[in-house]
């Protein structure tokens, strides 16, 4: 009885830092992306007079060519860039969602979507991404849809090895002979049982998303200039490294990272969270 | 009348579990059913319940065959009541899967009300067997097929569930066959015996 108890003290301790963990990135995490929505455009705008400042207490990140303060322009773009991911993750799971359903429906739809993911997964994100972005004219809509057609693999095949699982289980059997419908039993039974799974793949895909944003953008495929993207700002201030600027690139693409780095951890930890459950 | 006609099953690879099998259950009436394990009572079951295809023979439901819209006439109770409750469900979901069931034999079973907002998990063996009873008696059910229902569970309880059984059995003209490896129980129980081992017709 005392090592049951003894074992269960732990495990909650153990749940309880979890928690914790994902609170205190959940935190960062706002406080990094939100803070771009309160940026106007007045404290982005050019100032002639203080152009090419390395960084210090008034400027973190130094100033540009054009005197704009680069770290509320970074700011402005990680909140631009993390829209962008919301969409196109969002569309990537309903699409896996959607993909690993149908799977499940017969035999001959479950291999043509087999097919299909293997197909995406042996073409490199980044060939595929550039191709779909190019086609539809670049943009926003070009770089969603891009990303969005790219990633929904990964989650596809785990829903649908999910799935296989659920759909062999008896219980969902026993709904069978008690006359319940494919749509009740995808309702009550398969989606509940997904949600975890979906909601872990998603935050996972986000990260992804993000950073297939910025190097799309930085290849000049991706957003227009004009927008205050982390890829285009990388881009412009590759030109300016060699006069000596280096905190154009170095604090924007820490940033960039950064916001990846929390997003992945806050991933894992919300696994290990729903796992233990 | 519940007739199974001609029934033979063998799973891939291996040899024939029953060949020829034959037997009726009347509306009503409690049939036990004694056989060793693994000698294929389980696939019996769930032949006649229609989760397996026989390879030959029919199961016929009072002079009917083939696919019925809506809750199967013959359901089954299964051993592992773990198994056949989503886990993730509370137990009034699990009530609430089987349309129009009679609020009486919640009672008879003696199902506790604070039992509903549990998950499987808080209850015991016995405790979730009760709820699988209770969906079987749907307003459809016209013959039920019970197989091990009570084998894993102490006399106390055995005897309390049995009781509940033969009393909705009784009430509700329902036909119930009784599959189970303990003999004295089935005599207890049941109008005949039938010894699997004697119809199945294989070595």
């Given at each position: ?149 790219t990633h929904w693999p990964t989650l596809t095949r785990v829903l649908r090895a999910e799935i296989m699982q659920i759909k062999s ?109 | ?203």
């Amino acid at each position: 009885m005392k090592s049951t108890f003894q074992m269960d003290s732990q495990n909650t301790i153990h749940r309880k830092r979890l928690l914790l963990k994902i609170i205190g990135l959940l935190f960062f995490f706002f406080i990094f992306v939100l803070s771009g929505f309160l940026i106007g455009e007045e404290q982005i705008e050019a100032n002639l007079s203080e152009k090419n400042l390395s960084p210090s207490l008034v400027h973190l990140f130094g100033t540009d060519w054009l005197g704009r303060d680069m770290f509320m322009r970074t700011l402005k773009g990680l909140n631009l860039s993390f829209q962008v991911g919301l969409l196109a993750s969002s569309i990537s799971a309903v699409l896996a969602l959607t993909l690993s359903l149908l799977a499940s429906k017969s035999r001959l739809l479950d291999y043509i979507v087999t097919i299909l993911i293997d197909l995406f997964l042996s073409i490199p994100h980044l060939v595929a991404l550039i191709l779909i972005a190019f086609v539809l004219g670049g943009g926003i809509k070009g770089i969603v849809v891009g990303i969005a057609l790219t990633h929904w693999p990964t989650l596809t095949r785990v829903l649908r090895a999910e799935i296989m699982q659920i759909k062999s289980a008896e219980y969902v059997q026993l709904s069978k002979k008690l006359g319940k419908s494919r749509m009740w039993i995808v309702k009550h039974h398969f989606i509940p049982h997904l949600i975890p799974q979906l909601f872990v793949g998603f935050v996972l895909l986000f990260p992804h998303a993000i950073l297939h944003e910025s190097a799309i953008t930085f290849l000049g495929f991706g957003l227009s200039p004009e927008q205050p993207a982390i890829g285009i700002i990388l881009s412009e201030s590759m030109k300016y490294l060699s006069t000596g600027m280096w905190w154009l690139v170095l604090f924007p693409g820490i940033s960039l990272i950064a916001m990846v780095a929390i997003f992945d951890a806050l991933g894992n930890n919300l696994r290990k969270f729903i796992n233990r459950e | 009348m519940l007739e199974i006609k001609n029934i033979s099953f063998k799973y891939e690879r291996s040899d024939w579990l029953f060949k020829h099998l034959n037997f009726t259950i009347e509306q009503g009436e409690i049939v036990g059913m004694y056989g060793k394990s693994g000698s294929g009572k389980t696939t019996l079951a769930k032949i006649i319940t229609n989760y397996v295809s026989p390879i030959e023979g029919d199961v016929i439901i009072d002079g009917e065959k083939g696919e019925f819209q809506g809750i199967y006439p013959v359901q089954l109770i299964w051993q592992h009541p773990e198994k056949v409750v989503n886990p993730k469900w509370k137990l009034i979901e699990v009530i609430e899967e089987v349309e129009g069931l009679d609020k009486e034999i919640i009672n008879i079973l003696g199902i506790k009300k604070e039992w509903f907002n549990r998950r499987p998990s808080e209850l015991s063996g016995g405790e979730l067997q009760r709820f699988c009873i209770a969906r079987a008696f749907s307003p459809n059910t016209r013959y039920i097929v019970a197989d091990e229902i009570t084998s894993m569970f102490d006399a106390i309880t055995q005897a309390q569930i049995w009781h509940a059984m033969m009393k909705l059995v009784k009430q509700r003209n329902i036909g119930l066959l009784a599959i189970s490896h303990h003999i004295h129980l089935l005599e207890k129980i049941s109008d005949r015996i039938i010894d699997f081992n004697n119809i199945c017709n294989v070595r």
